[in-house]
């Protein structure tokens, strides 16, 4: 009896330990975000579109690309080009990062799993509408001009890439100024369930009336123009250009394993090498307020 209470008290001894051990882990990382914050801080506490474009920057992700809203995404940031102290700590906490170099790695790795991982694409699409918004001026609804280039950046790599440029040149040519939430939303849903074809987009259905103007109107064109099954081709700015990172879940997709950023990612030769360096020190001097096709002041 007395070995076995000497054993718990070590034991004991021991948690404290590793738990005191953990803390000052934990504790010595946030003051190192907190100091990596501070160098892109345009106002107390608070990044703006100068700070998040140095950022992104320094993070060697181009603004149009799908991971810089996956990064969004896990910071939990409200709005577009701007992020506050604690959603730039609970970031790097979700992402398991203490500087940029994990950072970026981790970042690639998560868009990656959105590539398999339909459920986690679908949160990254939804939430995307909220963070596109203009919070200052109260919107509740995209400006067309915003929500265009966000599905391009998001669906860059769908199956059904067609449709999304014949969805987006139908929205060029009408009067829509706005989407709503709604329409955002059940988006995802038609093109991921609607074929190129529009045979099985059935307008009895819970459609937003704006996916009946749409389809009369391809239905209509397609008529006066006939092409050959899936060859379209797109003269306008919307036409959707897919990039190496752009990734997106479909039930049309082959299933793929888990991308890690070590290996899975064919990464450009600027990026840096995780093993030799701590953080990264050069830049791509990406423009924030040119490269975003949907700015925010």
């Avoid at 080009?81 to 994990?102: I, P, Q, S, V």
């Avoid at 009336?209 to 797109?234: C, G, I, Y």
Wanted: proline share 4%.
């Amino acid at each position: 009896m007395v070995i076995r209470g000497r054993i718990a008290m070590v034991d004991q001894r021991t948690v404290r330990s590793d738990a005191n051990t953990n803390g000052a882990v934990i504790i010595d990382s946030e003051c190192k975000v907190n100091k990596l914050f501070d160098e892109y801080e345009n106002v107390k506490d608070e990044m703006l579109t100068d700070g998040t474009g140095r950022f992104l920057n320094d993070l060697h992700l181009n603004p149009e690309e799908f991971a810089v809203v996956v990064l969004a995404w896990a910071f939990g940031a409200a709005t577009m080009c701007r992020f506050k102290r604690d959603e730039f700590l609970r970031g790097f906490r979700e992402l398991e990062a203490d500087n940029l170099t994990k950072l970026r790695a981790n970042v690639l790795q998560r868009a990656g799993q959105c590539r398999w991982n339909s459920e986690m694409f679908r949160s990254v699409y939804q939430f995307s509408f909220l963070w596109a918004l203009d919070n200052d001026i109260g919107q509740r609804s995209l400006p067309v001009e915003v929500a265009s280039p966000l599905w391009s950046i998001l669906l860059a790599n769908h199956s059904q890439i067609e449709l999304l440029n014949c969805w987006l040149e139908f929205l060029d040519s009408t009067s829509v100024r706005t989407i709503t939430r709604d329409t955002w939303n059940m988006f995802l849903n038609f093109i991921e369930t609607i074929h190129y074809d529009l045979s099985s987009y059935d307008d009895t259905e819970a459609w937003p009336s704006l996916f009946d103007a749409f389809v009369d109107h391809e239905r209509e064109r397609r008529q006066k123009t006939p092409t050959n099954s899936h060859d379209v081709t797109h003269s306008n700015n919307n036409d959707v250009k897919p990039s190496n990172h752009d990734v997106i879940p479909s039930n049309n997709l082959d299933v793929a394993p888990p991308l890690t950023a070590s290996n899975n990612y064919e990464l450009k030769d600027d990026v840096i090498d995780p093993t030799k360096h701590d953080d990264i020190t050069h830049s791509n001097n990406y423009d924030v307020t040119t490269s975003f096709p949907f700015n925010s002041s």
